[in-house]
């Protein structure tokens, strides 16, 4: 096996590992970075005494959230991109000592879907974040201060009722998140992002599945016949 092929070989392996442990880990990833934008952190009660009310915070959380949440991920697909580009540059490299071999014609064709998968999905990912972050934060920016004062109001009057009358004041949180999706539509904007994001997630599955398994099978097949010859 020449040095190039090698090189891919000892990299793939990293490089689907590591897919695997990040695809594991998203999820919660995630889930910690938006649960902190409303936790007790110092950050966030300094903000709450600096005279901001409720909903204008919770509104603001929500839009940082969001923003961080696309730019962790569009990082982390970058990162993951630069992986397929410099696996194809070194098989043309090794093309041009051995030419092409089934197992290497597998591997190309394996990683350029995958690029395509990712490029994709980050492009289609980015315009649509963008565009969704922009309509929030206009909605919010634009929203009558009369209205987000008030249902700080109404916010504050369900806290402080919490726990005389729970029940009520889970349905005054419903009423208040409703008339809040009614003046901004910060809740639809969101489910509708969430619904295309995972159309996207779904076309990308597809296509990183198919290019791993054209990978693997190339692998596995080297690898089957690197162990093969001292025998022959």
Same mark, same amino acid.
């Given at each position: 096996?020449?040095?190039?092929?090698?090189?891919?070989?000892?990299?793939?392996?990293?490089?689907?590992?590591?897919?695997?442990?990040?695809?594991?880990?998203?999820?919660?990833?995630?889930?910690?970075?938006?649960?902190?934008?409303?936790?007790?952190?110092?950050?966030?009660?300094?903000?709450?005494?600096?005279?901001?009310?409720?909903?204008?915070?919770?509104?603001?959380?929500?839009?940082?959230?969001?923003?961080?949440?696309?730019?962790?991920?569009?990082?982390?697909?970058?990162?993951?991109?630069?992986?397929?580009?410099?696996?194809?540059?070194?098989?043309?490299?090794?093309?041009?000592?051995?030419?092409?071999?089934?197992?290497?014609?597998?591997?190309?064709?394996?990683?350029? !879907?995958?690029?395509?998968?990712? $490029? &994709? *999905? %980050? /492009?289609?990912? +980015?315009?649509?974040?963008?565009?969704? =972050?922009?309509?929030?934060?206009?909605?919010?920016?634009?929203?009558?201060?009369?209205?987000?004062?008030?249902?700080?109001?109404?916010?504050?009057?369900?806290?402080?009722?919490?726990?005389?009358?729970?029940?009520?004041?889970?349905?005054?949180?419903?009423?208040?998140?409703?008339?809040?999706?009614?003046?901004?539509?910060?809740?639809?904007?969101?489910?509708?992002?969430?619904?295309?994001?995972?159309?996207?997630?779904?076309? !990308?599955?597809?296509?990183?599945? $198919? &290019? *791993? %398994? /054209?990978?693997? +099978?190339?692998?596995?097949?080297?690898? =089957?016949?690197?162990?093969?010859?001292?025998?022959?």
């Amino acid at each position: 096996m020449i040095r190039e092929r090698k090189i891919v070989l000892i990299t793939s392996i990293f490089f689907i590992a590591i897919v695997f442990l990040v695809l594991l880990f998203e999820r919660e990833i995630i889930w910690n970075m938006v649960s902190g934008h409303f936790d007790f952190s110092v950050s966030n009660i300094i903000n709450l005494l600096a005279g901001k009310d409720l909903v204008t915070f919770f509104l603001h959380q929500i839009v940082a959230a969001l923003k961080s949440t696309v730019i962790l991920i569009i990082i982390e697909l970058l990162f993951i991109i630069a992986v397929p580009v410099f696996i194809i540059v070194i098989m043309f490299r090794a093309k041009k000592k051995e030419g092409w071999t089934k197992s290497s014609i597998a591997i190309t064709s394996g990683y350029s !879907l995958l690029l395509i998968s990712l $490029i &994709s *999905f %980050l /492009l289609l990912f +980015s315009v649509q974040s963008l565009h969704t =972050y922009q309509n929030i934060h206009e909605n919010v920016v634009t929203a009558k201060k009369i209205v987000l004062s008030h249902n700080s109001q109404e916010v504050e009057e369900a806290v402080a009722t919490i726990l005389d009358d729970p029940q009520k004041s889970i349905q005054k949180f419903k009423e208040i998140s409703s008339k809040l999706d009614e003046h901004t539509g910060i809740f639809t904007l969101l489910s509708e992002w969430f619904d295309k994001v995972k159309n996207y997630e779904n076309l !990308l599955i597809i296509g990183t599945v $198919i &290019s *791993f %398994l /054209l990978i693997l +099978s190339a692998h596995i097949t080297e690898l =089957y016949r690197l162990w093969k010859k001292p025998q022959n």
